[in-house]
């Protein structure tokens, strides 16, 4: 059974920085794309950041140049860098990573930005 399991939110002051990883486990073959996804109360899950195997990546146009999304496809991990944070980047953030074909998610972390 794949799990990914998301560490790293917390509460930080406006422009603070955090450092979101994600790591699968289990039965795991290959793994595609993987991202993240952020829903803030009250809003739509949106896309924050996405990354092939082959390490392309894109962004929403809200965190470019403030978030970096990396990842070590030999500990089957994705991490997301977020500096300069604001507080409407405050959200619960979901790991989803494509995994034998499957979209898999996490239960989500919480990341809160003061102002």
């Known amino acids: 059974q794949v799990q990914l399991v998301e560490s790293g939110g917390g509460l930080v002051q406006a422009g603070g920085s955090l450092r979101l990883s994600c790591a699968a486990s289990g039965r795991i073959f290959s793994i595609n794309t993987m991202a993240w996804y952020r829903q803030a109360p009250g809003n739509q899950r949106e896309l924050v950041a996405r990354i092939t195997n082959g390490g392309s990546t894109n962004y929403a146009d809200s965190v470019k140049g403030r978030f970096t999304i990396s990842r070590d496809n030999a500990k089957n991990t994705v991490s997301l860098q977020m500096n300069s944070l604001k507080p409407e980047d405050t959200a619960v953030y979901y790991c989803?990573?494509?995994?034998?074909?499957?979209?898999?998610w996490g239960k989500g972390t919480l990341v809160t930005v003061s102002a």
């Open positions: 989803d990573a494509v995994i034998d074909y499957v979209s898999h």
